[in-house]
């Protein structure tokens, strides 16, 4: 059973940064893409970022290139998310995703998801 279990989100001032971390287990992870997203309140969940394990394929969506850098570390079966320049609009709860298939930024494609972490920036 694949179980994904995010951490450090909090509040942080508007310019600051924090990492979030996704640790994976139940799986060998080579063969699939694990992705990041997020969801304010009464909006839908949206892609942020994801990452192909095998090779280190990286994908951002527009408004977060150039401040937020998602990686992995295979010796811990973790992806990270750095977020630096953090503004207002980032507030959300940030979920971790992993799929099988081939990368992508639908969040109908990733089969299983963590149970959030809450990232609050005040400004």
């Known amino acids: 059973q694949v179980q994904l279990v995010e951490s450090g989100g909090g509040s942080v001032q508007a310019g600051g940064s924090l990492r979030l971390s996704c640790a994976a287990s139940?799986?060998?992870?080579?063969?699939?893409?694990m992705g990041w997203f997020h969801q304010a309140p009464g909006k839908e969940r949206d892609f942020v970022a994801a990452?192909?394990?095998?090779?280190?394929?990286?994908i951002y969506r527009d408004s977060v290139k150039g401040r937020f850098t998602i990686s992995r570390d295979m010796s811990k079966n973790t992806v990270y998310l750095q977020m630096n320049s953090l503004n207002p609009e980032d507030t959300a709860v940030y979920y971790c995703?992993?799929?099988?298939?081939?990368?992508?930024?639908?969040?109908?494609?990733?089969?299983?998801w963590g149970q959030g972490t809450q990232v609050t920036v005040s400004s």
């Open positions: 995703a992993a799929t099988r298939g081939l990368m992508t930024m639908k969040r109908s494609a990733y089969d299983y």
């Open positions: 990452i192909r394990w095998s090779d280190v394929i990286t």
């Open positions: 139940g799986r060998t992870f080579s063969e699939y893409v």
